[in-house]
């Protein structure tokens, strides 16, 4: 039975005048050309313009971007139509029912006159691409949910490439000390981090000489605060060092006497202590420098490749603090210009 003959109330008489045009197009343009189009897999583009100057692409668009302004019916008449010519058709329905309700509804101003008149008129074709995590706008972000409810959510990600650049300068940083690297992951929840734990065993084959081991980030936590000594250098993703730095700062006292270093795959790093700038304490003379001391002596060693004076200015500032020199961070009275002055006493004695 020909759907012809079924009654069909969703459709008025406009309507099956529009699905008159449908059909005659089809027949026209799609009937005679769908076995070549098979062979050579893929529609020509120059099908398009012909569609949009029969008001066959996007009817739905409002009027004031270059559409019809029609309701969902005619999209769903030449879905239907097309339908009847099998897998080899126009593909107008990505277009037409998916991204032009998409720019619609939640394109800008300039996004929907920019291209909404176009892609009904066929001048430009569309589709939907979907980014990889961590490549796009899916990195992070807050959505509402279909409850009405706000969400937020981020994405970890790490390439392997990074993973790889990241664990040779931990390798060789180990070289330089006790040979001992603990590489920090949550291999046992985090899929980022069971491509981090793998990477790294495969990078530890180039270092034989370094003794490696891994602990999860909450193991971690603890063990710096039971037992920090037991670390030599220690190897961890973005969020995780974050934390893990901040914790080892208050092992040692005051976040005063940490420095650090961001460290290209080159000799180029940029030195600085793990803390802020302190704009509250600015001018009063009291600020702890001895991470920014530490901070030189780290780039001697990393740009500098000067291990001898990084020993002797780490030496100087492990000195004074054995002699009772403290700031107020560390209970002391000392300020900024007698801490700067003991060090370099130090280093001249």
């Given at each position: 039975?020909?759907?012809?003959?079924?009654?069909?109330?969703?459709?008025?008489?406009?309507?099956?005048?529009?699905?008159?045009?449908?059909?005659?197009?089809?027949?026209?343009?799609?009937?005679?050309?769908?076995?070549?189009?098979?062979?050579?897999?893929?529609?020509?583009?120059?099908?398009?313009?012909?569609?949009?100057?029969?008001?066959?692409?996007?009817?739905?668009?409002?009027?004031?971007?270059?559409?019809?302004?029609?309701?969902?019916?005619?999209?769903?008449?030449?879905?239907?139509?097309?339908?009847?010519?099998?897998?080899?058709?126009?593909?107008?329905?990505?277009?037409?029912?998916?991204?032009?309700?998409?720019?619609?509804?939640?394109?800008?101003?300039?996004q929907?006159?920019?291209?909404?008149?176009?892609?009904?008129?066929?001048?430009?074709?569309?589709?939907?691409?979907?980014?990889?995590?961590?490549?796009?706008?899916?990195?992070?972000?807050?959505?509402?949910?279909?409850?009405?409810?706000?969400?937020?959510?981020?994405?970890?990600?790490?390439?392997?490439?990074?993973?790889?650049?990241?664990?040779?300068?931990?390798?060789?940083?180990?070289?330089?000390r006790?040979?001992?690297?603990?590489?920090?992951?949550?291999?046992?929840?985090?899929?980022?981090?069971?491509?981090?734990?793998?990477?790294?065993?495969?990078?530890?084959?180039?270092?034989?000489?370094?003794?490696?081991?891994?602990?999860?980030?909450?193991?971690?936590?603890?063990?710096?605060?039971?037992?920090?000594?037991?670390?030599?250098v220690?190897?961890?993703?973005?969020?995780?060092?974050?934390?893990?730095?901040?914790?080892?700062?208050?092992?040692?006292?005051?976040?005063?006497?940490?420095?650090?270093?961001?460290?290209?795959?080159?000799?180029?790093?940029?030195?600085?202590?793990?803390?802020?700038?302190?704009?509250?304490?600015?001018?009063?003379?009291?600020?702890?420098?001895?991470?920014?001391?530490?901070?030189?002596?780290?780039?001697?060693?990393?740009?500098?490749?000067?291990?001898?004076?990084?020993?002797?200015?780490?030496s100087?500032?492990?000195?004074?603090?054995a002699?009772?020199?403290?700031?107020?961070?560390l209970?002391?009275?000392?300020?900024?210009?007698a801490?700067?002055?003991?060090?370099?006493?130090?280093?001249?004695?």
């Amino acid at each position: 039975m020909s759907l012809d003959n079924l009654s069909r109330t969703a459709y008025t008489d406009d309507h099956e005048a529009f699905r008159a045009t449908v059909r005659q197009f089809l027949e026209k343009e799609v009937a005679p050309n769908q076995a070549k189009w098979a062979e050579d897999g893929i529609v020509p583009k120059d099908l398009w313009p012909k569609a949009g100057e029969l008001g066959l692409l996007c009817p739905t668009v409002p009027e004031e971007y270059g559409g019809l302004g029609l309701d969902f019916g005619y999209n769903a008449i030449v879905d239907e139509e097309s339908a009847y010519y099998g897998r080899v058709t126009t593909g107008f329905s990505l277009q037409s029912d998916i991204v032009t309700n998409y720019i619609v509804r939640y394109g800008s101003e300039e996004q929907k006159k920019h291209w909404l008149p176009k892609m009904v008129s066929g001048e430009v074709v569309t589709a939907i691409a979907m980014t990889e995590p961590g490549t796009g706008s899916d990195l992070q972000g807050m959505r509402t949910t279909a409850t009405g409810e706000r969400e937020g959510y981020d994405i970890m990600a790490y390439s392997e490439s990074e993973v790889r650049r990241i664990a040779h300068v931990a390798f060789r940083a180990a070289q330089g000390r006790r040979k001992r690297l603990c590489s920090v992951d949550k291999a046992n929840v985090l899929e980022t981090s069971q491509l981090w734990r793998d990477v790294v065993i495969e990078v530890a084959a180039d270092y034989p000489d370094v003794e490696l081991s891994h602990m999860y980030v909450d193991n971690a936590a603890m063990q710096l605060v039971r037992n920090p000594g037991q670390f030599d250098v220690v190897v961890t993703g973005n969020l995780f060092g974050d934390i893990l730095s901040d914790q080892a700062s208050m092992c040692v006292g005051s976040i005063g006497l940490l420095a650090s270093a961001s460290l290209s795959e080159g000799r180029q790093g940029l030195y600085e202590p793990i803390h802020g700038s302190a704009p509250d304490i600015a001018g009063k003379g009291i600020a702890n420098p001895l991470a920014m001391i530490l901070s030189l002596a780290m780039l001697l060693r990393h740009s500098g490749g000067d291990e001898a004076s990084a020993a002797r200015i780490e030496s100087a500032v492990a000195k004074i603090l054995a002699d009772g020199c403290r700031g107020a961070d560390l209970g002391g009275s000392m300020g900024t210009a007698a801490l700067g002055d003991a060090v370099v006493a130090a280093l001249n004695g």
